[in-house]
């Protein structure tokens, strides 16, 4: 990556502001679930205490609106992170800006860790205000972004706040940004993307921009619904964007004329959501009146696994159906399991809602990267770049 690390600058014995994405799930409200997104930051925080630096962290948690929500407070999230690095976590509740914070910041010592309360009870973050920004990096003498999930964010804690200190990279931004890079400019062919989830608005500029890198293009999940009417297909109750059709027939177009192979389903399974009919597999242009396709069938899993089996490079995200229920998860697990399968590839996934679908499974080892940015990594693949990254200074 371009842009500086915490390995380009003097930090030794330094207060450190580091900006880390610990937005994961409660259990209860009061426990830390999947806790991935805490594990894959401690190189970046055993490298910072290595260097006897004083951390203090900033997450975001939930979406308390820019109010004080006690069920979005950071605790459980302090106390799960003591637990991990077996060392203690404590938690700042002082407002930014006051006395009494600068006072406990200036009293922190050489290799504690520190954790402001959750950045959101703050509306200056979303809003990127800038009397905020500066009273934030009065905590620190150096800022390290190492959350790439909130990268494509605007807010004061990762761009407004960099403006007011030296600001770095972490290992983890960095990580994400030199795989997902790799894969994209530079990556073991084939390379085959897999988009699938509901939203068309959200992913169509994805397609748009994989057909200009991707040899092999999947399309899939609702999506798929949207493309399958753009070529005339009956699409019955199916969830469509409307609003998009235009712009999928002028995607079939540039997929004429591009190299890369556009795969839509030749199938799919069919049900009624609300009705709680399910109405089995029909081929993609049976799709009835009344139905709703709901995940992908036989025929396209064999067509969609035989294009992953030859893959270099693959890269995931959006799960094939309705996976949250039993009957329409089928095609996103045998998506998944044609990417374990394929152990020559680089295989990089992400979106909350993909890893979601993938919980059960043992997805850290078969899967090379798991991204920990669902909206970022999209962003990223884009446009090549994130606000959050802009910020930082240049190599
Ligand atoms: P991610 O969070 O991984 O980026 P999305 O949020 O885009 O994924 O999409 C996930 C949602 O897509 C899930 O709630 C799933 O039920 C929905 N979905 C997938 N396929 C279909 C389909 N055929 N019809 C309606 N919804 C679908
Ligand atoms: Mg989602």
Same mark, same amino acid.
């Given at each position: 990556?371009?842009?500086?690390?915490? %390995? &380009?600058? &003097?930090?030794?014995? /330094? %207060?450190?502001?580091?900006?880390?994405?610990?937005?994961?799930?409660?259990?209860?409200?009061?426990?830390?679930?999947?806790?991935?997104? !805490?594990?894959?930051?401690?190189?970046?925080?055993?490298?910072?205490?290595? =260097?006897?630096?004083?951390? +203090?962290?900033? @997450?975001?948690?939930?979406?308390?609106?820019?109010?004080?929500?006690?069920?979005? @407070?950071?605790?459980?999230?302090?106390?799960?992170?003591?637990?991990?690095?077996?060392?203690?976590?404590?938690?700042?509740?002082?407002?930014?800006? #006051? /006395?009494?914070?600068?006072? %406990?910041? @200036?009293?922190?010592?050489?290799?504690?860790?520190?954790?402001?309360?959750?950045?959101?009870?703050? *509306?200056?973050?979303?809003?990127?205000?800038?009397? +905020?920004?500066?009273?934030?990096?009065?905590?620190?003498?150096?800022?390290? $972004?190492?959350?790439?999930?909130?990268?494509? %964010?605007?807010?004061?804690?990762?761009?407004?706040?960099?403006?007011?200190?030296? *600001?770095?990279?972490? +290992?983890?931004?960095?990580?994400?940004?030199?795989?997902?890079?790799?894969?994209?400019?530079?990556?073991? =062919?084939?390379?085959?993307?897999?988009?699938?989830?509901?939203? *068309?608005?959200?992913?169509?500029?994805?397609?748009?921009?994989?057909?200009?890198?991707? &040899?092999?293009?999947i399309?899939g999940?609702?999506?798929?619904?949207?493309?399958?009417?753009?070529?005339?297909?009956?699409?019955?109750?199916?969830?469509?964007?409307?609003?998009?059709?235009?712009?999928?027939?002028?995607?079939?177009?540039?997929?004429?004329?591009?190299?890369?192979?556009?795969l839509?389903p030749t199938d799919v399974v069919?049900?009624?959501?609300?009705?709680?009919?399910?109405?089995?597999v029909?081929?993609?242009? /049976?799709? #009835?009146?009344?139905?709703?396709?709901?995940d992908i069938g036989p025929r396209t899993q064999a067509e969609f696994g035989a294009a992953i089996?030859?893959?270099?490079? !693959?890269?995931?995200?959006?799960?094939m159906g309705?996976?949250?229920? @039993?009957?329409?998860?089928t095609g996103t697990d045998f998506v998944y399991h044609a990417?374990?399968? $394929?152990?020559?590839?680089?295989?990089?996934?992400?979106?909350?809602?993909?890893?979601?679908?993938?919980?059960?499974?043992?997805?850290?080892?078969? !899967?090379?990267?798991?991204?920990?940015?669902?909206?970022?990594?999209?962003?990223?693949?884009?446009?090549?770049?994130? *606000?959050? !990254?802009?910020?930082?200074?240049?190599?």
């Amino acid at each position: 990556m371009n842009k500086k690390t915490i %390995r &380009d600058i &003097d930090l030794a014995g /330094k %207060r450190v502001l580091v900006r880390v994405d610990y937005n994961v799930s409660l259990l209860n409200g009061i426990r830390v679930g999947d806790d991935t997104r !805490i594990r894959q930051t401690l190189p970046t925080l055993e490298y910072l205490l290595s =260097k006897n630096c004083k951390l +203090f962290l900033v @997450s975001h948690l939930g979406r308390p609106k820019g109010k004080k929500v006690e069920e979005f @407070s950071l605790k459980p999230v302090a106390e799960h992170l003591s637990k991990v690095l077996d060392k203690k976590v404590e938690l700042f509740q002082e407002k930014i800006g #006051s /006395k009494e914070l600068l006072t %406990r910041v @200036s009293q922190a010592k050489e290799g504690s860790v520190n954790m402001l309360e959750n950045i959101r009870y703050y *509306a200056e973050e979303e809003s990127n205000d800038e009397v +905020f920004a500066k009273k934030l990096a009065q905590v620190a003498e150096v800022f390290v $972004n190492d959350a790439f999930g909130v990268g494509h %964010r605007a807010h004061a804690s990762t761009v407004g706040v960099a403006k007011y200190l030296p *600001a770095v990279a972490g +290992f983890l931004l960095e990580k994400e940004v030199d795989i997902i890079s790799k894969s994209i400019e530079d990556p073991k =062919k084939p390379m085959v993307a897999i988009i699938g989830g509901a939203k *068309a608005e959200t992913k169509i500029t994805l397609v748009d921009r994989l057909l200009e890198k991707a &040899d092999v293009l999947i399309v899939g999940g609702g999506v798929a619904n949207t493309f399958l009417k753009a070529w005339g297909y009956e699409v019955g109750k199916s969830l469509v964007d409307h609003e998009m059709v235009e712009l999928a027939k002028k995607l079939f177009w540039k997929a004429s004329r591009s190299k890369t192979r556009m795969l839509l389903p030749t199938d799919v399974v069919l049900g009624d959501l609300e009705k709680n009919i399910h109405n089995g597999v029909v081929a993609g242009d /049976k799709i #009835s009146k009344d139905m709703q396709a709901l995940d992908i069938g036989p025929r396209t899993q064999a067509e969609f696994g035989a294009a992953i089996a030859g893959a270099g490079t !693959i890269i995931w995200n959006g799960p094939m159906g309705v996976y949250e229920d @039993s009957r329409y998860a089928t095609g996103t697990d045998f998506v998944y399991h044609a990417i374990a399968e $394929n152990k020559e590839s680089l295989s990089i996934v992400g979106g909350g809602d993909t890893l979601a679908a993938l919980k059960e499974k043992d997805f850290l080892k078969t !899967i090379d990267h798991v991204s920990t940015g669902g909206g970022a990594m999209l962003e990223f693949i884009e446009t090549g770049t994130l *606000a959050g !990254i802009e910020a930082l200074l240049d190599k």
